[in-house]
């Protein structure tokens, strides 16, 4: 057997000398310097200090040779890869660095913006002042009753003692609903002119005495301005019970005003017209803002009562013998009484709203500020 080659010289192992080692700590460093990310310090690092880098394979030589070369093969190995180990280490900081002041930037929270990306809308003031005007007629006892928008016109007209020829009925202010077989004339349908028909199908399908009230939306064929829609909402109220008369009329509006508008406020009825009432009357109440000042001598000009010290809130009457015949009631024995005004109205009264068609543009800016957000 033959002795160990004592004069093997280690530099003659390619992967082990000098220049090559000096050459992958060189390749190494400079791929981690070129890093510009964590992701491609990574694929550095696996790269030259991987399973298979140059420095690893020449780690791997060491064994290869004689004890007396191993130790100066091994410092020139651990040296490199502790330069190159400690490369890694101090350009991962500074990129963890750069990403973390990076973040801080760009994902940055102003805590004090609105939490919600969507901004808050709000309940149309028109279904607050519907709910509001039907929440004060509840407390009083009615009933809220509710019916179909497009009526036939013995609902609509006819029990309601609206004559054949009243001008009503002309299509200039009666929406009418198309006829079945397409053919030109009227239909017999229209869409409801008042919500006064489903006080008619109150009287046929409930039993007496009857309070109700009946709010919802109608249809006139109107041009379109501050003060006219082509569509809008009513609220109505009937009673009918023995004994009614023209003073219990005027006790349940002065209790609505006073429900609506805050309590002192006088009330005033004038004779006017109504073919299902008789008598009928005009209802104003005293100007909720000036309380009647403005139309006194001296007084400063009101925008709400145009200086006449008064409001116009509603048409009124005893229930018209005539609608009670039509609904099977007996005239002799019960008597009513009924009255009706505009949602939209009493919600520009109470609030100033000075264009009607605020109330159907759509725009949350002229809700949002009547709250109940949702």
Excluded at 333 to 339: E, H, Q
Aim: glycine share 10%; with cysteine; hydrophobic share 40%.
């Amino acid at each position: 057997m033959s002795a160990p080659n004592k004069n093997y010289d280690p530099v003659e192992v390619t992967a082990l000398s000098a220049e090559e080692v000096d050459k992958a700590v060189a390749d190494a460093l400079a791929a981690i310097a070129a890093a510009t990310d964590l992701d491609e310090l990574k694929a550095a690092r696996l790269a030259h200090i991987g399973g298979k880098a140059p420095i690893t394979l020449a780690g791997a030589e060491i064994k290869a040779l004689p004890p007396s070369a191993r130790a100066d093969a091994g410092k020139r190995v651990g040296k490199a890869k502790g330069q190159v180990n400690k490369a890694l280490t101090d350009r991962q900081e500074e990129l963890e660095r750069e990403r973390d002041e990076r973040v801080l930037v760009t994902e940055t929270v102003d805590v004090t913006l609105p939490f919600d990306q969507f901004p808050p809308g709000a309940r149309h003031p028109v279904a607050l002042t519907m709910e509001r005007l039907a929440d004060v007629f509840t407390g009083m006892g009615y009933e809220v009753v509710d019916g179909p928008e497009v009526e036939a016109e013995w609902y609509n007209f006819d029990a309601l003692n609206v004559p054949p020829d009243h001008p009503a009925r002309e299509m200039q202010d009666t929406l009418f609903a198309a006829r079945a077989d397409g053919k030109p004339g009227k239909s017999g349908t229209v869409l409801r002119t008042q919500t006064s028909p489903l006080q008619i199908r109150s009287l046929l399908s409930r039993s007496l005495p009857l309070y109700v009230v009946s709010p919802g939306r109608v249809y006139r064929n109107e041009a379109t301005d501050a003060t006219h829609l082509a569509a809008f909402h009513q609220i109505e109220g009937l009673a009918v019970d023995e004994g009614l008369t023209m003073a219990d009329l005027r006790g349940a509006i002065q209790a609505f005003v006073d429900a609506m508008f805050g309590g002192g406020l006088k009330t005033r009825l004038r004779p006017d017209y109504f073919p299902f009432t008789e008598p009928s009357g005009e209802v104003a109440m005293e100007c909720h803002l000036c309380r009647g000042a403005s139309a006194q001598p001296g007084g400063s000009p009101c925008r709400v009562c145009k200086s006449t010290g008064w409001i116009e809130i509603a048409g009124c009457g005893m229930v018209n013998p005539r609608v009670l015949v039509a609904c099977g009631v007996d005239p002799d024995r019960y008597s009513g009484f009924a009255f009706g005004l505009g949602i939209e109205r009493a919600l520009m009264l109470a609030h100033g709203v000075s264009d009607i068609r605020d109330t159907v543009e759509g725009d949350v800016r002229f809700s949002r500020p009547f709250g109940m957000e949702i």
